[in-house]
């Protein structure tokens, strides 16, 4: 199953998503971490494996929503 990334930006608004097909979580981790690093205006990504959040990534700086 593909794991999907969402990228939320500081202000409300429709999120970045990426599809990650057949990734390890961990290497999608990593791949959320890059998003992140790429997108300073953004606060976190969020990791999902179908209806399941499986992993939150936070901006350094950033706070938990």
Request: net charge negative; with cysteine; proline share 9%.
């Amino acid at each position: 199953m593909s794991i999907i990334c969402y990228v939320y930006g500081r202000t409300p608004g429709t999120p970045h998503m990426e599809v990650l097909p057949e990734t390890p979580l961990p290497e999608a981790i990593t791949v959320a971490r890059r998003l992140l690093a790429d997108r300073p205006e953004c606060g976190r990504a969020d990791l999902w494996d179908g209806d399941d959040r499986v992993a939150t990534i936070l901006q350094r700086g950033a706070r938990a929503a």
